[in-house]
């Protein structure tokens, strides 16, 4: 299994798209963009949460190993999103994720398509596949986050709140690159930290408690320190800096995909740090 964690010092200067001359900042508005175009698309065909979360990881997980130059984000998106729905068992044809995308897209984004979408999107599914590996299955922070609230010895209705927050937080965390920097049981809880922070909502006690645990999530995960969590909810806040377009920008006219490659080398962390 490859290991799909990186520094932040990866993801600022030594992703493929970066080497590839484009800045950090447009590659961050990239994924931004596909990973909401993920969301839109599988929300109007209405495919489950884990679906969509399930597709955004393989978008961020491709562009780990390729450049938004070389293969454009809606199509790719879109192909994303068909596999997923595989993997996770709500299959929808090709032509009816391409057919749901084209309502969010200007003529010249849905010009990335090439001629024949569905073949693109066929195409691309099979470059997928090869880059993660067949590495399908994904974890999110939502079981995670369901778990630990289940553990919380306080009032049920205000928990309740709380883990709503939380969850539209992981909604919004899949518009980083989160999920590339921590585990999905981190992910969740910081996010639970940030909520229950916002909310004033103290937990005095939980089910597993033990006399050397300091913090609710010392029972799941050991040795978090609270400025760890706070770069976490730090990354999802700053999220609300940046304005929601209708549709997402378009992007600089993009090379044709090459032809599908006979290997694909897998993509590890080392690949992007100089010796």
């Given amino acids: 299994m490859l290991n799909w964690y990186f520094d932040k ?13 484009l800045s950090f900042e447009t590659e961050q508005r990239y994924r ?3 990973a909401r175009f993920i969301m839109k698309v599988g929300t109007s065909m209405k495919l489950r949460y884990d679906t969509m979360a399930t597709g955004v990881v393989y978008f961020h997980r491709f ?3 390729h450049s938004f130059k070389q293969f454009p984000r809606f199509p790719t998106a879109c192909c994303c999103l068909f596999l997923a729905g595989k993997v996770e068992e709500t299959p929808k044809k090709c032509k009816d994720v391409i057919k749901t995308a084209r309502q969010f897209l200007t003529t010249n984004q849905f010009a990335t398509f090439a001629e024949d979408p569905k073949e693109e999107v066929l195409t691309l599914e099979r470059i997928l596949l090869q880059t993660i590996n067949f590495d399908l299955q994904i974890d999110h922070p939502y079981t995670y986050l369901l ?12 928990l309740q709140k709380v883990v709503q927050m939380a969850w539209t937080f992981i909604n919004d965390s899949l518009c980083t690159t989160i999920c590339l920097q921590w ?3 981190i992910i969740a809880i910081a996010l639970f930290f940030l909520s229950g922070k916002l909310s004033k909502f103290n937990i005095p006690d939980w089910e597993g408690r033990q006399a050397h645990h300091k913090m609710w ?7 978090l320190t609270v400025d760890l969590l706070e770069d976490i909810c730090h990354q999802v806040l700053d999220l609300y800096s940046f304005p929601i377009p209708d549709t997402p920008q378009d992007s600089p006219p993009a090379s044709p995909a090459p032809p599908l490659p006979p290997s694909i080398l897998p993509c590890v962390k080392n690949n992007f740090s100089p010796n």
Wanted: charged share 40%; net charge negative.
């Fill in 32 to 34: 931004r963009e596909g």
């Fill in 9 to 21: 010092r990866d993801l600022r200067q030594f992703t493929p798209s970066i080497i590839d001359g």
């Fill in 183 to 185: 585990e999905p049981e």
């Fill in 217 to 223: 999530w010392d029972a799941f995960v050991e040795d």
């Fill in 63 to 65: 562009f780990m190993c």
């Fill in 147 to 158: 778990k630990y609230a289940k553990c919380m010895k306080v009032d049920k209705t205000k």
